[in-house]
């Protein structure tokens, strides 16, 4: 996630408060956990401000900023900052950071040819060298939306996920499906490797550019690829989850879908948060799950909040049951339940599974 600077200057309620309870000062720590944010470095100033604190936290700035100053208003006055390591500001200094992309020719069949031939190289060979094994269910839910454009989306807990999410999929999404991916990360121009090159994103990966704090507009090309009757695959969480938990969903996959008449496909991942772990370079081979759930299919009148209330609560309940009986409980797959030892609800899963048939 992104960083930033925190400043704080106490109002004199603000200062009387602290005097008489020092744990005030960590108001701002619990408002920066509830917008899914994290303090890495607090400082006490002596000067023009009160507080200085780093913090890592969602992309969206505006938003972002404004929430954190609603939550501590009463008592303090705020400036949030973005910030930028030193290495990495000196490599874009050194090169040309202007963004390349999207580039509309990666849905031409041409295209579609030489990612297809690519795919190993590109996805495959590394689901196969790590997730030992790989477990994929559901796909037979799919069956009923050939013929039409969809959105698949995954909870987001490691960088094999959008690997994973892809090789689950049967070949009829994957033949035309396409990601967004940071614009600063992937789409940088003037970088020597070839890997790292905008087309090559484009290309092979069939991923397009995503300006962080973008807005609205950042649906954009998304809006088109749906309107050219292409799948796309995204992760409402927008960054990979920090705790236990499914991070707050993002309304862009509501807007799509409701904007376009399209289903959703939520797609539960599990065992790639232990694969590699969020802040470390090294992946460890380890079983792994691609589970898709019921596609959703938004009825007319449905908000934008509502919609996205439905998707997280469909994979939340799924996240739940993982993270009390495990990884083996993703499917609820009731034989495969039994035989690891689980002795949840049997009964409610039964009448869930009946339902959905």
């Avoid at 619990?30 to 969602?58: M, N, T, Y």
């Avoid at 477990?135 to 995954?154: A, E, F, M, S, Y």
């Amino acid at each position: 996630m992104p960083h930033y600077v925190m400043l704080m200057r106490y109002r004199s309620h603000g200062v009387r408060a602290v005097r008489s309870d020092p744990g005030v000062l960590l108001a701002a720590n619990d408002a920066l956990e509830r917008w899914e944010g994290k303090i890495l470095h607090s400082f006490h100033l002596l000067g023009e401000w009160d507080q200085c604190a780093i913090v890592e936290a969602p992309d969206n700035l505006k938003a972002y900023r404004a929430s954190i100053a609603h939550e501590i208003s009463a008592t303090a006055d705020i400036d949030i900052m973005p910030a930028i390591d030193l290495p990495l500001f000196q490599r874009l200094v050194l090169q040309d950071a202007r963004i390349a992309g999207p580039h509309q020719w990666q849905i031409r069949l041409w295209a579609k040819l030489a990612r297809r031939a690519m795919r190993r190289y590109a996805f495959t060979r590394w689901v196969h060298r790590y997730c030992k094994p790989l477990t994929i269910t559901g796909r037979d839910k799919l069956d009923g939306l050939r013929g039409g454009p969809c959105i698949v989306i995954g909870n987001h807990s490691s960088h094999m996920d959008h690997f994973v999410l892809f090789h689950a999929l049967p070949e009829w999404i994957k033949w035309n499906i396409y990601f967004g991916a940071a614009a600063d990360r992937w789409f940088l121009k003037g970088r020597k490797e070839i890997t790292l090159q905008p087309w090559y994103q484009s290309l092979v990966n069939g991923s397009y550019p995503i300006r962080r704090g973008g807005g609205s507009a950042a649906l954009d090309y998304p809006r088109w690829l749906l309107e050219q009757g292409c799948n796309i695959m995204i992760f409402p969480e927008g960054t990979r989850a920090r705790g236990r938990g499914l991070s707050r969903f993002r309304h862009g996959v509501s807007i799509l879908a409701l904007e376009h008449k399209v289903p959703v496909v939520p797609v539960y991942l599990s065992g790639l948060g232990k694969m590699r772990p969020v802040g470390t370079r090294t992946i460890k081979p380890g079983p792994a799950g691609a589970h898709i759930l019921d596609p959703i299919v938004f009825e007319d009148g449905v908000t934008v909040s509502e919609a996205t209330q439905r998707m997280h609560d469909a994979m939340h309940a799924v996240h739940e049951r993982v993270l009390e009986h495990g990884d083996e409980a993703a499917d609820g797959d009731l034989r495969q339940l039994r035989g690891s030892g689980w002795d949840g609800d049997l009964e409610e899963m039964r009448r869930d599974r009946s339902e959905r048939s």
